[in-house]
């Protein structure tokens, strides 16, 4: 039997940590970068080797990447509601991007087939249907994105296209609202609700967005790895039909504050342009070509459900902040 050998970045991180005990359950030895002892330590106890290092480690990236089967890329330099602008990171996430492929390429894989290489981006890089219905991976792009992750997407498929079948690369579109295990954005509003003793919608909350329970985008990743076709990409998203109000509602349902509704241009100015952005983006990414290609199945419960259900995962949340 070959061995299955996955390079992670990103790996202590919130999808990262679903990923793992999935992985290893189906037989795959994963290496993680890891910038932090507290990470090394989340990842061994994960039952993972850490290797140090972060995304301007390039050295690390390639070789690492050289002895793997595999390589799952959820890092990110970009930083959100900190990072100013995607434009002043970019270059380190392009220079890491080569760096993965650069090792991926430099050997072969022991089965004779392109080496994986799964990235990430987001369904928010697209630009909404003006008639309200969900889009596809084939849907134009919005000229003005939140995070303009397009062009290094754009860029690692072409370089698995470059690659002499060597390596094969897939990128995933993360819903805006990847929720779950009482964790992410979920709990990051949380969070800001507790501090500022409110929660914040623009425009009324009647945007509609797209959600995927955590674990559900951690087995699309692994999907992509073992059924995905060089340069396709997959939307992690599950439902379509919630909005930003209904979320943010039910968080200040469970945190027992009040909402507060700001337009557009008010909340740029109180939040920023990327949070702002954020909350007011329609957003209805649909799933479908991950169901059909790669047989992929979401059985996470919705997302309402788990932040004010009774077995919510979020309820737990509110005793610790």
């Known amino acids: 039997m070959t061995t299955k050998t996955l390079f992670l970045t990103g790996g202590s991180g919130y999808i990262g940590s679903a990923l793992i005990p999935l992985a290893l359950s189906r037989n795959y030895t994963i290496r993680a970068l890891s910038r932090t002892p507290q990470s090394d330590t989340k990842l061994l106890s994960l039952g993972v080797n850490p290797v140090r290092g972060d995304l301007t480690s390039l050295s690390t990236l390639r070789t690492e990447s050289a002895s793997a089967t595999a390589v799952i890329h959820l890092a990110t330099a970009f930083v959100f509601g900190q990072t100013p602008s995607y434009a002043s990171i970019k270059d380190i996430d392009t220079a ?159 945190m027992h504050v009040p909402v507060e509704d700001l337009g557009v241009e008010e909340a740029k100015e109180k939040l920023g342009d990327v949070v702002a952005g954020f909350l007011a983006a329609e957003n209805r990414a649909s799933g479908d070509r991950a169901r059909r290609e790669l047989g992929w199945v979401c059985r996470g419960e919705g997302v309402l459900e788990d932040i004010k259900g009774e077995r919510g995962s979020y309820r737990g949340v509110v005793g610790e902040l």
Do not use: C, W
């Open 96 to 254: 890491a991007l080569d760096a993965i492929v650069s090792g991926l390429s430099s050997t072969p894989n022991p089965n004779g087939t392109p080496k994986p290489l799964v990235t990430t981006s987001g369904t928010l890089l697209v630009r909404p249907n003006a008639d309200g219905s969900e889009t596809d991976e084939f849907s134009p792009l919005d000229t003005h994105p939140l995070v303009s992750r397009n062009e290094i997407t754009a860029h690692g498929l072409a370089l698995g296209e470059k690659s002499n079948g060597r390596v094969r690369v897939m990128d995933i579109r993360l819903a805006p609202f990847v929720y779950g295990r009482g964790g992410s954005g979920i709990r990051l509003f949380m969070q800001m609700a507790k501090h500022a003793g409110k929660i914040i919608t623009v425009g009324g909350g009647v945007n509609h967005t797209t959600t995927v329970h955590v674990d559900d985008a951690a087995e699309l990743y692994l999907l992509a790895v073992e059924k995905g076709v060089q340069g396709g990409v997959y939307n992690a998203g599950d439902k379509t039909g919630v909005t930003v109000g209904e979320i943010l509602g039910a968080v200040a349902e469970i």
